[in-house]
């Protein structure tokens, strides 16, 4: 199983981004996918993410700015960033709560992709 991200970049505050995560490999089914961040000498915190067939949960810095999404049949996942501040400033991971082919259930994470957000 492999999560690939795509999207980060510098943006200028209040500008946007939109980031992708693709998962990819023997997958059955994916239960949930999220996105986390880590700035820098901080700790990796839980961003949003999306059940299969649920709602989506923010974390309260991001809510009515941050939108998730996913597109199922491409075992995709979207994090759409409006009004950016430097305060978001971080590497952003994709994961996925999957059961493989093999009926094996595990959390897998991407690479990150940095996102800056400065003037």
């Known amino acids: 199983v492999q999560l690939v991200e795509s999207g980060g970049g510098l943006v200028q505050p209040g500008g946007s981004l939109n980031l992708s995560c693709v998962a990819s490999g023997g997958i059955f089914t994916i239960y949930t996918m999220s996105w986390d961040r880590q700035a820098p000498g901080k700790q990796r915190d839980l961003v949003a993410s999306?059940?299969?067939?649920?709602?989506?949960d923010y974390a309260d810095s991001v809510k009515a700015r941050f939108t998730i999404a996913r597109d199922n049949a491409k075992n995709t996942v979207y994090l759409r960033m409006n009004n950016l501040s430097p305060d978001d400033t971080a590497v952003y991971y994709c994961?996925?709560?999957?059961?493989?082919?093999?009926?094996?259930?595990?959390?897998?994470w991407g690479q990150g992709t940095q996102v800056t957000v400065s003037s």
């Open positions: 994961h996925a709560d999957l059961m493989t082919l093999n009926w094996a259930r595990n959390v897998y």
């Open positions: 999306q059940r299969i067939l649920g709602t989506a």
